[in-house]
């Protein structure tokens, strides 16, 4: 009698057990699927311009670093985009420049590295976040550049542009910019001058991380706009 109390309690607790583990998997595969996103297997390199020794432009009243700028304009922009189920890769995800321990050459080698990250990246678009400078501290407005050349990049550039006007307010044009990271591959590539750091007004927008997310956001906007537009699977 004894042992088949027992025999049934180990019976029950074995059920138990069983029906504890599906509820589990079940409540995990409601989760999982209800915070997955859409796969659009559309790969984006962002890459966050400067970075260690090369801090860029220096902001005139709050000497903020560009590189800094760049950096929370690129991760919340990798949110954006990964939310929306883009792969995402980013050139640099850390305040260091890309240029290891050396002393020497570090912005050639830190622009290489940056070349090799795009190669291999095997993107669909690559988008370098900037900030820009002036003497003057009368220039306002964000700015897109393309590859001189690049018909694909300028039909981008100029989709972004417009995108960047109706959210922000820039009256500027997209433009041909000989600019070394536009020309690392094949892949359509953009240089995104998001404002001026020499211009106090749009130094005080530019160092707020609310207008950083704006940013990221109208860039954000701007990639699905054109990318949506080349491939109708998404949405
Ligand atoms: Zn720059």
Known sequence: MFLLLKKRNIIIGLIVVALTVSLCLAVTATVTSAYSVPKTGITVVIDAGHGGADGGVVGVTTSVKESDVNL????????????????????????DGLYGMTTKNRKLKDMQERKKIIENANAD???????????????????????????????????????????????????????????????????????????????????????????????FTGIHTMLSSDNPSIT
Request: charged fraction near 20%; include cysteine.
């Open 72 to 95: 929370s304009i690129a991760r919340s922009l990798k949110h954006f985009l990964k939310t929306k189920g883009y792969d995402v890769v980013m050139t640099r995800t850390t305040t």
């Open 125 to 219: 678009l690559v988008v370098s976040i900037h900030c820009n400078s002036y003497p003057r501290a009368d220039q306002t407005g964000a700015q897109v550049f393309y590859a001189p050349g690049s018909v694909d990049g300028k039909q981008k550039a100029e989709v972004m542009q417009s995108v960047l006007k109706d959210t922000l307010g820039t009256t500027r044009s997209a433009m041909s910019g000989d600019y070394f990271i536009l020309q690392c591959s094949a892949v359509p590539s953009l240089l995104v001058e998001c404002g001026f750091l020499t211009t106090p007004s749009e130094e005080k927008l530019l160092v707020s991380s609310e207008y950083q997310e704006k940013i990221a956001y109208s860039i």
